[in-house]
């Protein structure tokens, strides 16, 4: 997307709503912010603190001409393209990981011509968010000079009038929604992440609607009794939904494992049904659920339990 | 006792790390070859991950399959943002940075992004993800890859992550602000690169390997220091550490 003049950008803002305002709102309700032709940056990364709750409503309810941002793309990213809610992504990755191989539904669309996938190096996207977050239309940097990923994307070289060195110049990306899956936040929008953060406070900083999953809304007392965990403050926040396990099947730090069979079986079932697999995946784990709740029951109890037990044990001390 | 060539390639390319240095290392090999160097020779290495995590400790039999999950956050001294691990870099705090490769040409140059014309590839691979910066930031940038014709080719289709460029001064021109690859770790041989001409350039040979293996497994002209020697096996306490690390990578549970 363009870079927005800064004035406009700003007033934007005016549109949050003026604070203490109660932002706690069903899912359904919250994703409804999100118009047809949206930029939406994807908080977490790869199969990290994605927010799968706020994703598969959003592809429940279905929309038109989406971009979707994110630091490094996981499956989520196949189901937007193949459903055609997104018709591009803009990320610096995209696959599972090393033992799932690459995505052949991103290279099947792309290479056929169906899917844009715009590509940052994993720097440059993080300081796009940055000056996006920092009001300034862009920031200089050294990477990804002399590459022929320059070549592809929105960028400028300039002669630093300070040093004479030659600096690369990143646009500042304001997404029009960010989607950001956290611990715990109170109903005003305070929210809090435990361990990395990912790009997720400058994506919220940047966007102009900010919707806000949480594993648990808590009183504002509790908040503070941890602020300094305080990543995202309520001014920045459109709504809240309380998604309890709302990444799942991929991780929250301290909460729950990835489900690493989960997407094993989403790959075989790839390898076998090419995109086909993926329209069959959304309409049995989405379409076919009235809720994310009902998502996550189908899994059985003691599965899940199973993923929040190996989290307890790799974050013990 | 025999080892596998990921075994090799990771031994070898532990050595090539010394302590009291700081290594952004990306998953697989680079990782490995890291925490093996910690245990062997270099305790005070620091390891940086791209997911925001400094200084883990990886556990045996847990090794993480993406920077960016708790198994890679084991320990760690901190956790925090992607963007500022890669602002460490910018600022020139890491010493090593250590990457893969699925295409590599006789410059260093790097592929992970596109086979074909740009416009309508012929391969979509993945993406440069952190390799574009960890090689163009980090001060110096060692690659470890397996050696196959395949994948040593005169020129890349397409640079992802920026080795010598053409050759010469071209890093230098593009303003890039730090060195570039010095060190290729492959299953058959080490390799430098030449300081004039940038071109890839055989420095020693894995047990048992000839020159002209290494040739006959490289698609470009190679050159080569005038005494070539040959690098120690791996030890078996290399191995056990390995073997022990890597226990039950492949069930992931």
Known sequence: MAVRPTRRLREELARKPSPPADKLLPAEAAVRLVRDGDHVAVGGTLYSRTPMALMFELLRQGRAGLTISRPLSCYEAELFLVSGLAGGIVTSWVGIGLPWGISRVVRELVEGGRATYEEWSHLALGLRYKAGAMGVPFLPTFTMLGSDLVGLVDTHELICPFTGETVLLVPALNPDVALVHVHRADRYGNAQIDGYTHMDADMVAAARTVIVSTEEVVDPERIMEGADATVIPHFQVDAVVEAPMGAFPHELYGRYEADFAHFDEYVAAVRRDGLAAVSAYLDRHVHRQPDFAAFLASFGRSRLEGQQARAMELTAR | ?253
């Open chain 2, 1 to 253: 006792m025999s080892w596998t060539r990921q075994e090799l390639m990771t031994v070898s390319a532990s050595r090539l790390l010394a302590d009291h240095r700081v290594v952004f290392a990306g998953v697989g090999v680079p990782l490995l070859a890291s925490v093996l160097a910690k245990q062997r020779h270099a305790p005070d290495l620091t390891i940086v991950l791209e997911g925001g995590i400094i200084g883990p400790r990886v556990l045996a039999g847990k090794l993480p399959i993406s920077t960016n999950e708790m198994r890679a956050a084991r320990h760690a001294t901190m956790l925090t943002a992607i963007t500022d691990v890669f602002l460490l870099a910018q600022r020139g705090f890491l010493h090593y940075g250590f990457l893969g490769a699925a295409q590599i040409d006789a410059h260093g140059n790097i592929n992970t992004s596109i086979i074909g014309p740009v416009q309508r590839p012929r391969v979509r691979l993945p993406g440069t993800g952190g390799a574009n910066d960890i090689a163009s930031l980090c001060n110096e940038v060692l690659v470890v890859t397996a050696h196959e014709p395949r994948r040593f080719v005169e020129r890349v289709d397409f640079v992802t992550s920026p080795g010598h460029l053409g050759g010469g001064d071209a890093r230098e021109k593009a303003g890039l602000v730090s060195r570039g690859p010095s060190t290729v770790v492959t299953d058959l041989a080490l390799l430098d690169f030449d300081p004039d001409s940038g071109r890839m350039r055989l420095c020693a040979l894995q047990p048992g390997v000839t020159v002209q293996d290494v040739r006959a497994h490289t698609g470009f002209e190679l050159l080569a220091h005038p005494e070539v020697y040959e690098l120690e096996p791996p030890a078996i306490s290399d191995l056990e550490i390995l073997r022990e690390l890597e226990a039950g990578a492949a069930a992931r549970e």
